[in-house]
Nanobody, 124 residues
Framework: QLQASGGGLVQAGGSLRLSCAASGRAFSTYAVGWFRQPPGKEREFVAALSRVGVSTYYADSVKGRFTISRDNAKNTVYLQMNSLKPEDTAAYYC???????????????????WGQGTLVTVSS
């Protein structure tokens, strides 16, 4: 089970850190990802982290501004979001899959487990 948190209202240019906590199984055994769904739009890939090692991948729209990371001791995955823009406004979802090794996954169908969304609103 995944529990996402950390969303909120922030001004453009600000930062937020989203957290995704896992229960029942160590997060270190999952490849993980973050997706988002802007209002009235389809869900889209944001960032991914491999199960083994530190392979990461980002959507072009967030590259250089967002960072995905994992703290195995806390069984939590993070999405640090800096230089936020109004177009980053969305419900953000964490996801996990036991597939992998050193691969990361960018498709929503690649993931087996999903957290509930946490809403991020960026005002201009």
């Amino acid at each position: 089970q995944l529990q996402a948190s950390g969303g909120g209202l922030v001004q453009a240019g600000g930062s937020l850190r989203l957290s995704c906590a896992a229960s029942g199984r160590a997060f270190s055994t999952y490849a993980v990802g973050w997706f988002r769904q802007p209002p009235g739009k389809e869900r889209e890939f944001v960032a991914a982290l491999s199960r083994v090692g530190v392979s990461t991948y980002y959507a072009d729209s967030v590259k250089g501004r967002f960072t995905i990371s994992r703290d195995n001791a806390k069984n939590t995955v993070y999405l640090q979001m800096n230089s936020l823009k109004p177009e980053d406004t969305a419900a953000y979802y964490c996801a996990a899959t036991i597939s992998g090794g050193s691969r990361y996954y960018t498709g929503s169908r690649d993931y087996d487990y999903w957290g509930q969304g946490t809403l991020v609103t960026v005002s201009s």
